[in-house]
Each structure stands twice: as C-alpha cells, then as structure tokens.
C-alpha cells in the first residue's frame, strides 16, 4: 500500500529556513500529483502547494508564494517543501499528499493518500 512520511518539521525562529521531505513507498512516485497541506490549531486546513507528475505545474498559495518552493525528485520517490523566511503564521501541521491525477490541484479532494504530518513551530 502507498505510504507517505514527512520529516524535517522543528522549531525555528521567525526569518529562518526549514526543508520538509516527504518519502514515498509502495509506489512509483511519478504517477502521482504531490501535494502540501497544512493545519494550525483554530484555522481549516489550507492548501499550500502541488507539483504535477512532471513537474511542470507548480501551484502554489498566495500566502506562501515568494518564500515556499515546491520540488520533486522522482528518483528517490521523494518529494520537498523548501521554506523560506518563515513566519510565525506559518506555524502548522504540514501534511504531505499524493493523489493519481495527470496536473496539480489545490483541491484536498484530488488527493487518495496523506501523511502523518510534521509540525512546524515558527517562534517570534
């Protein structure tokens, strides 16, 4: 079965810099759309970014957009968050996604499979 594993998560201070790796097992990464979520304690979760099979769609919130790269390395069935000048709203659960569909969405919906999370903790 297809299980997804996020790590990288900690405690960093406001302006610093985290990358969040989420590895694949149990299938071929490129046949699936990647995705990330997150969840802060009172808010809905919220889409952040996708990357498609090929990467050649990259979606990404406004929220996060200048300072959050998504990337993937089909190779080693892993895919990555890289966070930039992070912020104390940043502060959430980061869940990573992989859903059977050709181009990214920011839809939870288009998603079959999610991880365990990693929490990111942003301190002023």
């Known amino acids: 079965q297809v299980q997804l594993l996020e790590s990288g998560g900690g405690l960093v201070q406001a302006g610093g810099s985290l990358r969040l790796s989420c590895a694949a097992s149990?299938?071929?990464?490129?046949?699936?759309?990647m995705g990330w979520f997150r969840h802060a304690p009172g808010k809905a979760r919220e889409f952040v970014a996708a990357?498609?099979?090929?990467?050649?769609?990259?979606p990404i919130a406004d929220s996060v957009k200048g300072r959050f790269t998504i990337s993937r390395d089909n190779g080693k069935n892993t895919v990555y968050l890289q966070m930039n000048s992070l912020k104390p709203e940043d502060t959430a659960v980061y869940y990573c996604?992989?859903?059977?569909?050709?181009?990214?969405?920011?839809?939870?919906?288009?998603?079959?499979?999610w991880g365990q999370g990693t929490q990111v903790t942003v301190s002023s």
């Open positions: 149990g299938c071929t990464l490129s046949l699936y759309t």
């Open positions: 996604a992989a859903g059977l569909i050709i181009r990214a969405t920011i839809r939870a919906s288009g998603y079959d499979y």
């Open positions: 990357i498609g099979r090929t990467g050649d769609t990259t």
